[in-house]
Structure formats: structure tokens, C-alpha cells
């Protein structure tokens, strides 16, 4: 089975312009999540969802910011407009949620903000 | 909010010594996972313990869960350079719960 899926794996863009990274979680998963890492925050949770649902989104720092989850095999986050400290690796993870949270992460996006 | 300490934050050993690296709460969580990290990659799950005082291993990797569900060590045996990366762990207060807490993470170099 296919892990978590990321696209693309890296981003190169100048501040202002519009962002979007794509996901397509584990099938048969029923959370995913968005998590930011940089070396001076370490792993933040972004947003997840449960059944396509976004349930918390108290980690998305600000407007500029936001998550869909249209169907269960797809989710994106944008950032519009971007700016240099939003450089980060992002990262989707799914699991499945009766089995103890255990997440399965995809293999990141390097967005650079210039 | 659930926060988890993990210690040591660096660590740089020779191959074939031994190493435990910590991770502690003062919140009990009902699971708690051990993901490693290599460079260029995302998080990959290690193990999941869920019972106090739990001991699971996996190869020369060791797991143990306090007996209180606050704190868990992980112990490697003999470490090798593909054992280098970042260590993390993160819990789940409840079964059903929608989000884990993460920690910090331990960085671990193995040199040849």
C-alpha cells in the first residue's frame, strides 16, 4: 500500500505569491493532519481533520492560512500571501483513529519564501 | 496543555555504545509512540506502548512506558550509524483522542 503521498517536495516562491501543498493520506485513514517543522519550533500541528472534517485548527497561525479536506483521499494547505518566515518543512500525516493515534507521515514539503 | 520533555536534546556517541534518551510529562497519557526522523524524510513510527511499566523491543531498540504513564525511555543496544536521527516521541491523553503532543526530539549521531 501507498504511503502518505506530498506534492511538491519542494517549493521555491517570492513573498506575496499564492501557496498550495497537496496530500493524499493512507486509504482506509479517517484523520489526517498538517504539521510545520523548522529548527527552532520543532513539530507544530497545524490543523487535522477527522472524517474530512477540520476539528482544530488552533495551531494554523494566521488568516493567511488555510486547510481543505474535500474528500477523503485529498486534502491541501495554502498560504496566500506568503511570506519568509513561513520557510518551513510541511508535513501531512494520516491514521486511523481507533488505533491510538499512530500517524503516518508522507515525506514533507521544503517550502522556501524568498 | 500537555507538554513533553525530552532529553538529552543532542547526543553523539561511537558505534557500538549504548544510549537511553527520556521523555517525560507531568500528564498521564493513555498511549504514547517513538517516531524516528532521518534527514530529508518525515517521522516514521517506531513503536506504540499503552500500558504502565510496558516493555516492548524491537531489535536492538528497547521501549518502556512508566509505570504511571507519564514518562517513557527508549534504549538502544549497541548503536550503529543507521540508528542516527531525530528521536520523538508524542502521546495521546485518551484512546480516542484526535491529536498527539510531540516533543522536542533527541537528535542522535552514531559515528563509524
Not at chain 2, 517513557?72 to 480516542?96: E, K, M, R, V, W
Request: proline fraction near 6%; hydrophobic fraction near 35%; include cysteine.
Amino acid at each position: 500500500d501507498a504511503g502518505v503521498i506530498q506534492s511538491p517536495r519542494h517549493e521555491v516562491t517570492e513573498m506575496g505569491q499564492e501557496v498550495t501543498l497537496r496530500c493524499k493520506p493512507i486509504s482506509g485513514h479517517n484523520s489526517l493532519f498538517w504539521y510545520r517543522q523548522t529548527m527552532m519550533r520543532g513539530l507544530e500541528l497545524l490543523i487535522y481533520f477527522n472524517n474530512n472534517v477540520p476539528i482544530d485548527d488552533s495551531g494554523m497561525p494566521e488568516d493567511r492560512f488555510s486547510a481543505k479536506m474535500p474528500n477523503a483521499s485529498f486534502s491541501t494547505l495554502k498560504i496566500q500571501p506568503s511570506e519568509p518566515r513561513d520557510s518551513a518543512v510541511y508535513f501531512c500525516a494520516s491514521s486511523l483513529r481507533v488505533r491510538y493515534n499512530e500517524q503516518f507521515f508522507g515525506p514533507g514539503t521544503r517550502l522556501t519564501v524568498l | 496543555t500537555q507538554l513533553l520533555e525530552q532529553s538529552p536534546q543532542f547526543l553523539s556517541i561511537q558505534e557500538g555504545e549504548n544510549l537511553t534518551v527520556y521523555c517525560n510529562s507531568s500528564s498521564v497519557f493513555s498511549s504514547l509512540q517513538w517516531y524516528r526522523q532521518e534527514p530529508g524524510e518525515g517521522p516514521v513510527l517506531l513503536v506504540t506502548v499503552v500500558t504502565g511499566g510496558e516493555v516492548k523491543k524491537l531489535k536492538r531498540l528497547t521501549f518502556q512506558f512508566g509505570d504511571a504513564r507519564k514518562d517513557s525511555s527508549l534504549h538502544i543496544t549497541a548503536a550503529q550509524p543507521g540508528d542516527t536521527g531525530l528521536y520523538l516521541c508524542a502521546g495521546a491523553p485518551n484512546t480516542n483522542a484526535g491529536k498527539s503532543t510531540f516533543g522536542d526530539g533527541t537528535t542522535l549521531t552514531v559515528k563509524p
